[in-house]
C-alpha cells in the first residue's frame, strides 16, 4: 500500500485479496510457532485471514495472516500498539499479542505459489459487537465515547515510523476530493456535498495540521466495539487496529460520532452526550471543539464516496456496500442540515465552556423560571437583568456576546476565571479533594502563607467557605474567650446571612427587632453623619460611640464580646475609618473584656492599594481577622486569623471541623491566589488604577453637582449622589438610572449605602489605569445624561 498517494486513487488501492491459505497449514503453523492446538473456525476478514482458535482447555485466540504484499509495517504498527496498550493501560479490554516460541510477534507462512505472509496470534476477546443486539441507549452511547477516549489516552506516546501510512479512511488523505474517487461519485451525493465539499478544501482541511495529534485508533464503530452480552450498555473490548493512524486526536471522536450517527441511533442530542463522556475522560481543546462537527460530516462524506467508489470501480463490489450507503445517505443529510452554530455551541457547553446561550433560551422566561424556582428572595440587579454567561479578566460577556467592564465583582479578586487559578482548581479536582480530617500539604501550606501576610501574632488560621462562616466562628470564638455575649457593631452594618451574623448585619432587618445582645454605633460618615468633614479630632469623636454601646450591653448584662467592624464600612456607602478610629475603638472594646475583630471582605487583599490589609493604615493588631470573598478569586472559600493564645484559648472547649472549609482544592486555589497577588503586580495596578480613578472622580464631582460627595482609596469608591447639597436629599432614583445608564453603556457598577443612593466602584484588582479611564468616561456620558 502507498504510504503516500501523488496520483489519483485506482480500485487497486482499496482491493484487498485476504490470503487464502489451506486450514492444514494454518494449524501445523499454530503448533510450531505457538504450541497452540485446537478448534479451528475461519472469521470475516476484509484484509487478513483469520481463524478463531479454541483449545481444550477452553482459551481463545485469533490467528491472523496477511495478505501478500501487506506492508511489514503496518503490521509491526498494529503490533507495538497492542504492546504499548499492554503497559500504558493494562485495564483496558484489547486483544494482547502472544509472542511466538522464537520470542518475536510475527512469523512467516509461505504459500503453495511461494509469497510469504505474515502470521500472528492474538487473544481472543469474548463478546458481541455493539451493532448485534439491543438498540443502544445514550448510556450506551456515552460509555462507547468513553471507551474510545480511554483508548486514545492508552495510545498517547506512542511512536512508530509507520504510524503515517496510507489509510484511506484517514481524513488527512481527504481521499473525499481524489479526482479518482470523484469520477465514481453518484450524483445524489454529488449534490448533497458541493457545498460542504468546497468548505472542506476551504476552511476544514487548512486546520488539521496544527492540531493536537497522536496515533489514534480511528475505527470506533458498532462492529469494532464489544459488548459481553447484548443487552449490556458497558463496552467489553475492541478489535481491528487497521485504520489506526497518526492523525489529529479529535478524528478519532469524529469517527466515533459518524459511525454511531450512521447506525440510526444518533440525534443531536446522542452525539452531544458522546461529547460529554469523551471529554470527562480526555478533556477536548477549543480548536478541537471548533473542527468536530465538520470533521464529523468529513468522515460520513468520505464513507459515501468510497462507498461509491467501490460499487462503482471495483469488480463484485461487496454486497454490504449497496445495503449500508441509504444509512449514510440518511445520516449525512441529517447532520448536514443541523444548524453549525448551535451544534458547535452545545459541544462547548458539554465540555463545560460556557459560551452564548442556545438561542432558544428567552431572557423573560428564565426570569419566570427563576422567580417560580428560587422564590421571591433572590434580588436581581437592573431594571433590564444582565444573562453573564463568561468571563475573563474585567471583562463579562452576557448571553448577547456583549462584553461589560466589570466595575463592581470584587470577588474575582485577581480577574475573572484567572487561567492561573483555574489551573490549581482543576488539577487539584482532579487529583483529589477530601477535608481536614486526613493530612493535606495545601492546607498546611495555604494557612502558613497567608498568616505570613499578617503582623506575626495573627498566625493561627481556621478555614470556611464564606464571609459569614468567618464572622460567625469570629464570633463564637469572642464569646469563649471573652465569657460575654454582646456584639457590637455599625448601624446599617452587613456582615452576612446565619441567624447569628444576620443578626449582627443591621442593615437587613427592623431596628426594632435588634437583639439584646446587640449594640450599634454609628459610622464615621464625615459627610452625612454628626460630625462632618473638617471636625476637629472626627475620628475621636465617632470612635467614643464605642463606649455608649459597651455601656448598654453592660447595662443588659450582656457584656462585650467583640467589635465587628467592616473596616472600610461598605454597607454604610463606603467610608475609610478616620484617623485614630480604628485605635480607640479596639482599645475600648479590650479595656471591655471583648475582642476587636476586623471584618476584611470587602476591604482585604491590596483593595485599598497601599497596604493588604484595611487595618493596616492603623496603628493595631486586631485580634481576629476574617476573611471572604476576593480570598479565592469566585470560589467559596473564607478565613478566620487570629492568635495562637486566643486558638489556644478557644479549643479548650470547642473542637472544629469544617466539611468544605480548607479542602484541598480550596487550598489549591487560595495558594494559587497569593502567587498571582506576588508575582502579577497587582498591588502597583491597585494604585495606579486608583489614582487615575481619584482625580477623575473629583473631575466628575467638580462638573457634577449630583456627585456631592466621593470617598474611597485604591480601586473601592463611593459616589454620594444627592439631590441637593444643601439638605444632602439622597438622589436615589437618579442614582439607580445612573447604575442602569451604565449597564447599557457596558459598565457594570453598584449601589450602596443606608440609602442606597452610592453609587459603588469595586472592580477585580486588575483593572488597570486604562479600564479606570474607560470607566471615567462612561460615568461622564451617564451623569450627563440622567
Ligand atoms: C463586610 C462583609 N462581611 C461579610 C460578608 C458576608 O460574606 P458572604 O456573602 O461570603 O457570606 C459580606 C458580604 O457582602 C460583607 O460585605
Not at 380 to 401: K, M, Q, S
Request: glycine share 8%; with cysteine.
Amino acid at each position: 500500500m502507498n504510504v503516500a498517494l501523488k496520483r489519483p486513487l485506482s480500485a487497486a488501492d482499496l482491493n484487498f485479496n485476504p490470503a487464502q491459505l489451506p486450514l492444514e497449514r494454518l494449524v501445523e503453523h499454530a503448533r510450531e510457532h505457538w504450541g497452540v492446538a485446537g478448534d479451528f473456525t475461519p472469521l470475516e476478514g476484509e484484509r487478513d485471514q483469520n481463524h478463531r482458535v479454541t483449545t481444550a482447555d477452553g482459551k481463545s485466540f485469533v490467528l491472523k495472516v496477511s495478505a501478500a504484499g501487506e506492508s511489514e509495517g503496518a503490521v509491526d504498527f498494529q503490533i507495538a500498539a497492542l504492546r504499548h496498550l499492554e503497559r500504558t493501560s493494562p485495564e483496558l479490554p484489547v486483544p494482547r499479542v502472544i509472542a511466538s516460541k522464537s520470542g518475536t510477534d510475527r512469523e512467516w507462512i509461505a504459500a503453495a505459489d511461494g509469497t510469504r505472509h505474515m502470521l500472528r496470534l492474538l487473544t481472543w476477546l469474548p463478546g458481541v459487537p455493539v451493532s448485534q443486539g439491543a438498540p443502544l441507549t445514550v448510556n450506551a452511547l456515552r460509555n462507547v465515547a468513553a471507551f474510545q477516549a480511554r483508548l486514545a489516552r492508552g495510545l498517547r506516546g506512542l511512536f512508530h515510523p509507520h504510524a503515517r501510512h496510507f489509510v484511506a479512511w484517514d481524513l488527512q488523505r481527504a481521499l473525499l476530493l481524489d479526482p479518482g474517487v470523484q469520477a465514481w461519485v453518484a450524483d445524489d451525493a454529488k449534490a448533497l456535498l458541493t457545498d460542504f465539499n468546497a468548505r472542506v478544501r476551504r476552511d476544514v482541511l487548512p486546520r488539521l495540521p496544527a492540531l493536537r495529534a497522536q496515533v489514534v485508533h480511528c475505527d470506533g464503530h458498532a462492529d469494532n466495539l464489544l459488548r459481553a452480552d447484548p443487552a449490556a450498555e458497558e463496552i467489553a473490548g475492541v478489535i481491528d487496529f487497521g485504520d489506526m493512524v497518526h492523525a489529529p486526536l479529535v478524528q478519532d471522536l469524529a469517527v466515533t460520532l459518524a459511525s454511531f450517527a450512521r447506525h440510526g441511533e444518533m440525534s443531536l442530542d446522542n452525539a452531544v452526550a458522546q461529547v460529554e463522556a469523551w471529554n470527562a475522560v480526555l478533556p477536548l481543546m477549543d480548536d478541537e471543539l471548533e473542527i468536530l462537527h465538520d470533521l464529523t460530516l468529513l468522515r460520513l462524506a468520505t464513507a459515501l464516496a468510497l462507498y461509491d467508489f467501490r460499487i462503482h470501480a471495483t469488480e463484485e463490489p461487496a454486497p454490504w456496500l449497496t445495503q449500508e450507503r441509504p444509512d449514510i445517505v440518511r445520516a449525512l443529510s441529517r447532520f448536514l442540515a443541523l444548524d453549525r452554530t448551535e451544534v458547535h455551541e452545545r459541544y462547548r457547553a458539554a465540555c463545560g465552556r460556557v459560551g452564548r446561550a442556545p438561542a432558544n433560551v428567552d431572557i423573560g422566561q428564565l426570569r419566570e423560571r427563576r422567580g417560580r424556582a428560587l422564590g421571591p428572595s433572590y434580588r436581581l440587579f437592573y431594571d433590564r437583568p444582565v444573562h453573564l454567561v463568561r468571563g475573563e479578566g474585567v471583562w463579562l460577556w452576557d448571553a448577547d456576546g456583549r462584553r461589560y467592564l466589570d466595575c463592581y465583582n470584587n470577588v474575582a479578586s485577581v480577574g475573572h476565571c484567572h487561567p492561573h487559578v483555574v489551573g490549581a482548581l482543576s488539577r487539584q479536582a482532579a487529583t483529589l479533594n477530601t477535608h481536614t480530617r486526613y493530612l493535606h500539604d495545601n492546607v498546611v501550606r495555604y494557612a502558613e502563607r497567608l498568616a505570613a501576610t499578617f503582623p506575626a501574632d495573627l498566625s493561627v488560621c481556621y478555614f470556611v467557605c464564606t464571609g459569614t462562616e468567618a464572622n460567625d466562628l469570629a464570633i463564637r470564638i469572642a464569646r469563649v474567650v471573652s465569657g460575654h455575649e454582646g456584639v457590637i457593631v455599625s448601624d446599617d452594618s452587613y456582615h452576612g446571612n446565619s441567624n447569628v451574623v444576620g443578626a449582627a448585619s443591621t442593615s437587613t432587618y427592623p431596628k426594632s427587632e435588634q437583639p439584646e445582645w446587640l449594640a450599634t454605633v454609628p459610622p464615621p460618615n464625615g459627610y452625612r453623619g454628626e460630625y462632618r468633614y473638617g471636625t476637629p479630632d472626627i475620628g475621636l469623636k465617632y470612635a467614643a460611640k464605642i463606649d455608649g454601646a459597651i455601656a448598654k450591653l453592660t447595662e443588659r448584662r450582656q457584656g462585650a464580646a467583640a467589635w465587628l467592624c467592616d473596616v472600610i464600612f461598605d454597607s454604610n456607602g463606603t467610608i475609610l475609618p478616620p484617623a485614630g478610629y480604628l485605635e480607640y475603638t479596639a482599645r475600648a472594646i479590650r479595656a471591655a473584656g471583648g475582642l476587636f475583630i476586623a471584618d476584611e471582605v470587602q476591604s482585604g487583599f491590596y483593595r485599598t492599594g497601599e497596604q493588604m490589609w484595611g487595618f493596616g493604615y492603623a496603628d493595631l493588631v486586631p485580634d481576629i481577622v476574617t476573611l471572604g470573598k476576593p480570598i479565592g478569586d469566585g470560589h467559596p472559600l473564607g478565613a478566620v486569623v487570629t492568635t495562637p493564645a486566643i486558638a489556644a484559648k478557644f479549643a479548650e472547649k470547642y473542637s472544629y471541623f469544617n466539611t468544605f472549609g480548607g479542602n484541598p482544592v480550596s487550598a489549591a486555589v487560595g495558594l494559587a491566589v497569593l502567587d498571582v497577588l506576588e508575582r502579577e503586580g497587582v498591588q502597583q495596578n491597585v494604585i495606579a488604577a486608583g489614582k487615575v480613578l481619584e482625580a477623575g472622580l473629583a473631575r466628575l464631582a467638580a462638573k457634577y453637582p449630583l456627585v456631592a460627595d466621593v470617598r474611597g482609596k485604591g480601586l473601592f469608591w463611593g459616589l454620594e449622589i444627592v439631590r441637593d447639597h444643601a439638605t444632602r436629599a439622597p438622589a436615589v432614583e437618579e442614582a439607580d438610572r445612573i447604575m442602569n445608564l451604565l449597564r447599557d453603556d457596558g459598565f457594570l457598577l453598584g449601589r450602596t449605602g443606608a440609602f442606597d443612593n452610592v453609587i459603588k466602584i469595586r472592580p477585580p484588582l486588575v483593572f488597570t489605569p486604562e479600564h479606570a479611564r474607560m470607566l471615567l468616561e462612561g460615568l461622564d456620558r451617564a451623569l450627563m445624561r440622567v
